[in-house]
């Protein structure tokens, strides 16, 4: 054993906290080939899963922020969102288009996550939440943790930490 929490929810999570432990969250980056019947979702729940993020790049449930063609949430992606809100699966929307994202808060009620996710007033990346989608993921709840990548950070290619601090202070 490595001496690291599972987190499997709330309770775990302020338990790790206020013990000062090493905790774990099992996420899935890139649902792609999980669907709403799949007996794949209950083991992986029953094995720990709390975080999903539909698509890493385009897939079966739903288009990704680099897609020309913004198709949003698939049908096969809108039954997964059902059933992981059920389950308590939290959403993780990084990596969505902006259509998708719209589409999976309309589709839920709960709070999502933006886990890796910055600006784009103030770095124009297809990648970054804009002010009303950051706006939406606060109202219900959720959070949004910045991505250190370069090309989200900047347009220039180079980034340092007054390039974080920018998208903190936003």
Do not use: Q
């Not at 775990?12 to 799949?38: H, K, M, P, Y």
């Not at 992986?44 to 539909?54: D, T």
């Not at 063609?69 to 809100?85: A, H, N, P, Q």
């Not at 103030?122 to 993921?137: F, G, H």
């Amino acid at each position: 054993r490595l001496g690291i929490r599972r987190i499997l929810g709330v309770h775990d999570l302020i338990g790790a906290t206020d013990n000062g432990e090493r905790a774990s969250i099992f996420t899935v980056e890139g649902g792609g080939g999980l669907f709403a019947d799949s007996t794949e979702l209950t083991a992986l729940y029953n094995g720990g899963l709390r975080i999903l993020g539909l698509c890493w790049d385009s897939n079966e449930l739903a288009a990704s922020a680099w897609d020309k063609d913004d198709y949003g949430l698939t049908k096969e992606g809108g039954d997964l969102v059902d059933i992981l809100s059920a389950y308590g699966i939290i959403l993780d929307v990084s990596h969505l288009s902006d259509k998708a994202l719209y589409d999976l808060l309309e589709r839920t009620a709960y709070p999502v996550i933006a886990t890796h996710s910055n600006f784009r007033d103030v770095c124009a990346s297809p990648r970054n939440l804009t002010l009303d989608m950051a706006k939406r993921i606060a109202a219900r709840g959720g959070i949004i943790g910045l991505n250190v990548y370069p090309a989200f950070l900047n347009d220039s290619g180079r980034a340092d930490k007054d390039d974080i601090y920018r998208h903190v202070d936003y």
